[in-house]
C-alpha cells in the first residue's frame, strides 16, 4: 500500500495514515481514507453539496479530493484508483452544466476502448427537476458513459429532484455513502482487486436511486411519498428541551400556522439534525478610497463581452394581457457580434438598485457601500481547499459587487440558514433559523422559502436580530448568473440588428414576508425600455436634445444548435408557443431572404404551432406570421388559443387549447414530415410544463402513426433527437 500525498493527482493510492483530531467517531483509528471528489456545477447546488460531502468526510474518517470537473490538471481519471465521487447537476435541455461539457465531450469520444475506465469504481449523484423533460440527464449521461467504458458503481446512483426537495435524496444518499466507500476502501484498497461484488445498495428508502443503471420510470416522480428515517447521522443534534439549557430557546410558536418565521408542533418540540457548520473563511477588508467603476458590466463574464445600444422596443401584447411581452432591437453594428437565426445569447443583467440599497441598509453597511472590498482567506480557517470566489474581483466597490456579480434573490441554501443561525442574537430566532436548515423542517424550508421564492433580504427582514459578517455572505452567494435569450430575428433581413423577445417576469407577494417583484433580468430590461416605448420615445426623435439610447452588456451562448439545415429543401416542424416563437420569426425571416434570392429554388414545407391565451391579447407577430404565408414561406399555421372560449369545430374534434392538441389533430402530417420526409422538428418555450406534454404528444403520434408500442415510439423519438432531427431549445 503506497501513501498518498495531498495534490497527488492521480493518486495511485488509496489510504493515507494521519491522525484524526475533533472528537471524530473515528478518533482512535489511525487510518484516513482517501476518495476522489467531483463536481459539476451551473448554479452553486452541485459544488454545495459537494462540499458538505468533503466537510463530512473527516467525520467518517476519509479524506476527500475535491475539484470541479473542469479542473482537468488537478485529477486524472486514466490513473485514478482511489473511489470516484461525483456530484453533477443538469442545465437547459438536459445539458451537463458548462463546466463539464469538455469533460463529456472526451468521454464520448468514440475511439476510446471499453475497457478505459475498467479500473475506476464510482458513486454518482445526478441533480435535476421531474418537470422538465430530461430529468437529471446532466448525471445520466456521465454515468452511462462511464459504465459503456467498463467503471463500475460501488455504490447506487442518486437521482435528486428539485421538484420535490433535493435533500429527500442527497441527504440519505450521503448517509449511504459512507458504508459503501468503507467497504470499497477497506476490502480492496487496490484498484486490481476492486470487483462488482463489491457494490453498495443505497438506504432503502431512497426512491431516487438508480441501481442498475436502467431507467427507472418515473420513480422520482414517487419522492412525494419518501418517508425519512428517524433522524439519522452525524450532524449536530438539537433537541427543543436542551435547547433551553444552552442558552438556545424554543423558534416563536403560534397557533394560526407555520410562517418563515413561527413554527408549530411536531416541529416546535423536535430534536433536530442540523448541517454540519461550514467553516468561515473569508476576510474582508473595506477599503474608503472610491473604486474607479468606469465600466458598468462585470468583469468576470466567461466569453467576449459586447456593449449595445437598445434601439428600438415594442410592447407585443395588449395592457390587458395576462403577462407582457417585449421586443427589443440591440443595434450590433458597431461590433463584431454575428449571430445565426437560432442562436442563444446572454444578457448581463444587474441586481435592482433599491433592493441592493435596502440589503446595505440592513446589513447596517449603507454608508460603506462605495467602499472598496479586498478579500483575504483567514489565516486560521478550517475550511477545506478554500479559494477566494473567482467570480467576486479585486478592489471593486461593495455596492458594485451586490450589484453585478452576486445573485443577492438566491434563495438561502440550508448550510447558509445553519450559519445565519450562529448570528442571531434571540433564541427565538436561531432556533427557527435551525429549524428551517435541519432534515426534521423541510418541509417548512421548501414551503418558506424554496416555493415562496424568499431571498437573503427576506430572511435578514424576517429575523431582525440575525446579524452575519459581510464576509459570511461573500462566501454563500453564488455568482449573479446572465440570463439567456434566443434571437428573434435574422441579420440577412436585418442587417447590424439584433431582436429578442421577452415576458417581462413578476412573482412573489403572496407570501407575507416575501416582496412582490419583477425578474432581475427582465424587470431591469423593461425599465430600460420604458422610455422607448413611450411615443416620443428618444430613438425616435430627430433633435439635437436626443438623450442617448440604454445600452446592455451581451455575450454569445456556445450552445447545443438549433439551427436551420443546411438544405432549404428540408421540410420543418417548429413549435412554439408564447415568447417561444423568438427563433422562428428569425428562420423564417432567412427563409423569406433566401426566396428572394433564389427564387427557383424548392423550399420545404414548413409549419408553425404557436399557441398564447387571447387571440387579441397576447398574439404575437400576428401580421408578420400572416405576412410570410402570403409569400408562402410559411405553408401551415396551427394556433391555439387557451383562454378563449372554444370557437365552433369541425364535426366531433375537440377544440386545440394548447400546441400539443394542435400537433395531435394534424399527427398523419407531422408524422409524414417526420419519419418519411427526413424532416425536422423545433420546439421552443417553457421546459416545465409545455415541453414534456409536447414530447408526450409526438410519442403518441409516432405510436399511432407508425402503428408501433409506446416504447418504440420513444425510441424513435429517442433517435431523432441523436440524428438533431428533434432539437429542443427550452428553459423555464
Ligand atoms: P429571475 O429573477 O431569474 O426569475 C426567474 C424565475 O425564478 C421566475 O420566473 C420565478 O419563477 C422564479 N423566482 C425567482 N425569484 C422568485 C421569488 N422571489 N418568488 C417566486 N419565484 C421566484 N426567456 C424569454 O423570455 N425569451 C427567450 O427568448 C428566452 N430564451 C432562453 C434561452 C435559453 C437557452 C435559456 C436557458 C433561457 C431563455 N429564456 C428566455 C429565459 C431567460 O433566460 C430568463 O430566465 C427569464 O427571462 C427570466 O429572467 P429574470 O432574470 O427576469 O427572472
Not at 439567456?484 to 440588428?497: D, F, I
Request: aromatic share 6%; hydrophobic share 35%; net charge negative.
Amino acid at each position: 500500500m503506497r501513501a498518498w500525498a495531498p495534490g497527488d493527482p492521480g493518486g495511485g493510492v488509496v489510504l493515507q495514515h494521519l491522525r484524526l483530531s475533533c472528537g471524530s467517531p473515528f478518533s482512535t483509528c489511525l487510518e484516513v481514507m482517501r476518495f476522489l471528489l467531483l463536481y459539476a456545477t451551473q448554479q452553486g447546488q452541485a459544488k454545495a453539496i459537494a462540499e458538505e460531502i468533503c466537510e463530512k468526510a473527516a467525520a467518517h474518517g476519509f479524506s476527500a479530493d475535491l475539484h470541479c470537473l473542469s479542473e482537468r490538471e488537478k485529477y486524472n481519471l486514466r490513473t485514478e484508483t482511489a473511489p470516484l465521487v461525483i456530484v453533477v447537476s443538469t442545465t437547459g435541455t438536459g445539458e451537463p452544466p458548462d463546466t463539464a461539457r469538455r469533460f463529456v465531450k472526451q468521454i464520448q469520444d468514440q475511439t476510446l476502448p471499453g475497457d478505459w475506465f475498467a479500473h475506476l469504481r464510482y458513486g454518482l449523484l445526478g441533480l435535476g427537476d421531474s418537470e422538465y423533460t430530461y430529468f437529471c440527464n446532466g448525471g445520466k449521461i456521465i454515468d452511462r458513459r462511464l459504465q459503456e467504458l467498463g467503471a463500475r458503481r460501488f455504490y447506487d446512483t442518486g437521482h435528486a429532484d428539485d421538484c420535490v426537495g433535493l435533500e429527500l435524496v442527497v441527504e440519505p444518499w450521503i448517509d449511504g455513502l459512507w458504508a459503501a466507500l468503507r467497504k470499497q476502501l477497506v476490502s480492496s484498497p487496490g484498484a486490481e482487486e476492486m470487483s462488482d461484488g463489491l457494490h453498495v445498495a443505497a438506504p432503502p428508502t431512497s426512491l431516487g436511486m438508480d441501481p442498475g443503471g436502467a431507467e427507472s420510470p418515473r420513480l422520482e416522480s414517487r419522492l412525494q411519498l419518501l418517508h425519512l428515517d428517524e433522524p439519522r447521522g452525524e450532524d449536530l443534534r438539537i433537541s427543543a428541551r436542551n435547547a433551553a439549557n444552552t442558552g438556545q430557546a424554543a423558534a416563536l410558536i403560534t397557533d394560526s400556522g407555520p410562517s418563515l418565521t413561527c413554527s408549530v408542533p411536531p416541529l416546535s418540540q423536535a430534536a433536530l439534525n442540523i448541517p454540519t457548520l461550514s467553516p468561515e473563511y473569508l476576510q474582508v477588508h473595506l477599503q474608503e478610497s472610491p473604486s474607479q467603476e468606469g465600466s458598468h458590466m462585470p468583469v468576470t463574464s466567461a466569453g467576449p463581452v459586447f456593449q449595445v445600444p437598445i434601439s428600438k422596443a415594442i410592447q407585443m401584447t395588449r395592457d390587458d394581457a395576462v403577462k407582457t411581452t417585449l421586443l427589443l432591437e440591440l443595434d450590433i453594428s458597431e461590433t463584431d457580434f454575428s449571430y445565426e437565426p437560432g442562436d442563444t445569447f446572454d444578457v448581463l443583467c444587474p441586481n435592482s438598485s433599491s433592493e441592493v440599497q435596502h440589503l446595505l441598509r440592513r446589513l447596517q453597511l449603507a454608508d460603506q457601500g462605495g467602499h472598496r472590498v479586498f478579500l483575504a482567506l483567514m489565516a486560521d480557517t478550517k475550511k477545506k481547499g478554500a479559494a477566494l470566489p473567482p467570480h467576486i474581483p479585486e478592489g471593486r466597490s461593495l455596492r458594485f459587487l451586490l450589484t453585478w456579480c452576486l445573485e443577492i434573490r438566491a434563495i438561502p441554501k440550508k448550510v447558509l440558514l445553519r450559519a445565519l443561525a450562529e448570528h442571531a442574537s434571540l433564541g427565538p430566532e436561531r432556533r427557527r433559523l435551525q429549524e428551517l436548515s435541519s432534515r426534521q423542517g423541510s418541509a417548512d424550508y421548501n414551503r418558506f422559502l424554496r416555493d415562496a421564492g424568499a431571498g437573503l433580504l427576506d430572511v435578514l427582514l424576517a429575523f431582525p436580530s440575525c446579524h452575519p459578517p459581510l464576509g459570511l455572505l461573500l462566501e454563500h452567494l453564488p455568482r449573479l448568473q446572465p440570463r439567456a435569450y434566443s434571437c428573434a430575428s435574422s441579420s440577412l433581413c436585418h442587417p447590424g440588428k439584433l431582436h429578442f423577445l421577452f415576458n417581462i417576469v413578476e412573482f412573489g407577494g403572496d407570501a407575507p414576508a416575501v416582496a412582490q417583484r419583477r425578474g432581475v433580468c427582465t424587470g431591469w430590461l423593461a425599465a430600460l425600455a420604458e422610455p422607448l416605448l413611450q411615443p416620443d420615445a428618444p430613438a425616435s426623435r430627430t433633435d439635437s436634445r436626443k438623450a442617448p439610447a440604454p445600452q446592455i452588456s451581451i455575450s454569445p451562448r456556445v450552445t447545443q444548435p438549433f439551427q436551420l439545415p443546411s438544405d432549404p429543401s428540408v421540410p420543418l416542424v417548429m413549435v412554439g408557443p408564447g415568447t417561444g416563437l423568438a427563433p422562428f420569426i428569425g428562420f423564417l425571416q432567412h427563409r423569406e431572404k433566401l426566396q428572394e434570392q433564389h427564387p427557383d429554388r424548392h423550399l420545404g414545407a414548413t409549419w408553425l404551432f404557436f399557441g398564447c391565451r387571447h387571440k387579441d391579447r397576447d398574439y404575437l407577430f400576428r401580421e408578420e406570421l400572416r405576412r410570410f404565408q402570403k409569400l408562402g414561406v410559411l405553408t401551415h399555421l396551427k394556433v391555439s388559443f387557451s383562454r378563449d372560449a372554444p370557437e365552433a369545430q369541425e364535426g366531433d374534434t375537440p377544440p386545440a387549447k394548447y400546441v400539443q392538441d394542435n400537433l395531435r389533430r394534424h399527427g398523419p402530417q407531422v408524422a409524414r414530415v417526420l419519419l418519411q420526409e427526413s424532416g425536422h422538428l423545433y420546439l421552443c418555450g417553457d421546459a416545465k410544463n409545455m415541453a414534456k406534454d409536447v414530447n408526450d404528444a409526438l410519442v403518441e403520434i409516432i405510436s399511432r402513426e407508425a402503428g408501433i408500442e409506446h416504447l418504440e415510439a420513444m425510441k424513435t423519438l429517442a433517435a431523432l433527437r441523436e440524428e438533431k432531427r428533434y432539437l429542443q431549445d427550452v428553459w423555464s
